[in-house]
């Protein structure tokens, strides 16, 4: 297959290379049991969206074959995702359902045209504490909107805004259900605690099966999916939406937010999924898969979908390594629609809100939210900027808000760091690699350590030091290094560690030293791998 082609499959690579007997055996175990986990997500995501929980199966068994067959990476798994909640209802409530089927199929179209501009790397380039900053605001928003149904409180219409939400639930105390209540925070144990008992099953679909049977039983006194949607739909029909040209434009705001939010999520899942398995993924390739998907979804009644890190990684770990596990999991959801649904009808909505509460957890980032904290300044202030925007005004003005502020605060950075960096290593460098002992390799960074050169450095990093046993790395020429920058420098250190290379840093600055210290990268390297020259670290190198 040409390298240089813009759409390459990877299961059309996989299948080129030879597929084994073996290898289905390990993909048709990961699709099932991937499948399974994703029947509760994409009914909860559904729901907590605004629409009933048959378009978040057909999104799932739709769009999550189609991301499996077309995509770029060989494990990704495709569907309804916990960060489109928020868009999607804010879209319901704007746009209605025909308004978000137009904006999905428009939000493909932009997909698969950031592909064909060889996009997929410039999306990549998004600051982490802005990625931090509007998923931890996602995981709040979401939060916030499964309170009705755990504490069973009766409330004709919730608000959508954040602040006037949370004033009808105070409002609304004294209709509080205990039996809700309790089937929340018993959904919440199962789904978190029966890991300790089984690694394979999951938690919450163990949860819905259990608490399911336990309400039709008892005929506890909860709303139920079908007392609010009705019944599940067991077939997948074609459903046209009807537009007239001149209110297009309408739509490109909210088409650019999804497009722009299930890019950055896919590559993400993407990336995460590499590091996992130990490959490499095609991003506009993906780009374009995710987007024939988002246009494909709507025609069959499904929503939003873009790559689910959580499923993905419950993929890799049952043994899933091609892309015929994810096409599995989305027959398998397709088997469970189409004769399970009478029983899919009658889960709990407070054991959904219990599922979502524990998505909404995972989902907050709140470990890196305290780590960017602790760091510089800027990123605080892109971190906090873009969730409270997302929290209290709209993802998409939170996103625009958040990537300008980053440039801005990056151009002031480099004026104030550029006049005092120099360009080249000097000479004395060439002197001192005629002493290298043999194994012993050498990289130096020349420039700021952040968001937009952070991916080429630790690529260069990871191919140096991976046929190495030791690796100097010089940082005297870095003036900062920012949250995506330190990211990225200890995924390297750990990385190398697992080839068995060491690390050492040279000639670092104090204010980066500073920085180095509050991300503990001094406990990643070991005791006295940081050092203030160069001349000390090669004498540590040759004791090595």
């Not at 904006?103 to 999306?123: D, E, H, N, P, Q």
């Not at 709040?140 to 602040?163: C, M, N, R, Y």
């Not at 873009?386 to 958040?402: M, R």
């Not at 130096?444 to 050169?453: D, K, L, M, R, V």
Request: hydrophobic residues 50%; aromatic residues 8%; charged residues 15%.
């Amino acid at each position: 297959m040409d390298k240089k082609a813009l759409f390459q499959p990877k299961l059309l690579s996989v299948l080129r290379q030879g597929y084994t007997r073996q290898q289905f055996t390990s993909d048709l175990f990961a699709g099932i049991i991937v499948g399974i986990v994703a029947l509760p997500l994409a009914i909860a995501f559904a729901v907590a969206s605004g629409v009933s929980p048959g378009k978040g199966l057909i999104t799932a068994v739709v769009a999550g074959f189609i991301i499996s067959a077309l995509g770029g990476s060989r494990v990704q798994i495709g569907g309804p995702t916990g960060a489109f909640i928020v868009i999607v209802f804010g879209i319901l409530e704007t746009y209605g359902l025909n308004g978000l089927m137009i904006s999905t199929i428009l939000a493909g179209i932009i997909l698969i045209i950031f592909g064909l501009l060889k996009l997929g790397s410039l999306l990549k380039f998004i600051p982490h504490p802005l990625i931090v900053g509007f998923t931890s605001g996602i995981a709040l928003v979401i939060f916030s909107t499964q309170i009705k149904d755990a504490l069973g409180l009766s409330i004709e219409h919730v608000p959508s805004e954040f602040l006037p939400k949370w004033g009808a639930y105070f409002s609304s105390l004294s209709t509080i259900n205990p039996w809700a209540i309790g089937i929340t925070l018993v959904t919440i144990l199962i789904t978190v605690g029966f890991k300790r008992i089984s690694a394979k099953i999951p938690g919450s679909f163990v949860a819905i099966v259990a608490i399911t049977a336990l309400v039709q039983i008892l005929k506890l006194p909860v709303t139920s999916i079908e007392t609010v949607f009705g019944d599940i739909p067991n077939k997948i029909e074609l459903a046209l939406p009807s537009f007239k040209l001149a209110e297009l434009s309408s739509y490109l705001a909210p088409a650019l937010t999804i497009a722009l939010l299930g890019g950055i999520e896919s590559l993400l899942s993407a990336v995460v999924a590499d590091g996992m398995i130990g490959g490499n993924h095609r991003s506009n390739t993906e780009l374009i898969a995710q987007g024939i998907a988002n246009v494909v979804t709507p025609l069959f009644g499904g929503i939003p979908a873009t790559g689910a890190i959580a499923r993905t990684a419950t993929n890799v770990k049952n043994g899933g390594r091609t892309p015929v596990a994810g096409i599995i999991h989305a027959f398998t959801l397709l088997l469970i629609m189409l004769f399970a649904g009478q029983w899919a009808k009658l889960i709990p909505m407070s054991c959904l809100a219990g599922i979502l509460i524990v998505v909404s957890y995972n989902m907050s980032e709140w470990r890196a939210f305290v780590s960017i904290l602790k760091g510089s300044g800027f990123d605080i202030l892109v971190l906090l900027v873009t969730f409270f925007l997302t929290v209290l005004v709209d993802l998409t003005f939170a996103i625009q808000i958040g990537v300008v502020l980053s440039a801005l605060l990056f151009m002031k950075r480099m004026a104030d760091s550029g006049s005092k960096t120099p360009i080249e290593v000097d000479s004395d460098v060439l002197e001192n690699y005629a002493e290298l002992p043999e194994g012993v390799a050498i990289y130096e960074i020349s420039g700021p350590f952040f968001f937009a050169s952070a991916k080429q450095y630790c690529s260069t990093l990871k191919s140096i030091g991976s046929s190495s046993r030791i690796l100097i790395i010089r940082m005297r020429h870095v003036p900062f290094v920012d949250a995506t920058g330190m990211q990225n420098l200890k995924a390297v250190i750990r990385e190398l560690h697992y080839f068995r290379t060491k690390v050492i840093l040279s000639g670092v600055r104090p204010e980066v030293l500073k920085e180095l210290e509050k991300c503990k990268v001094h406990d990643l390297l070991g005791e006295g791998m940081i050092l203030p020259s160069f001349d000390l670290a090669l004498k540590k190198a040759k004791e090595l």
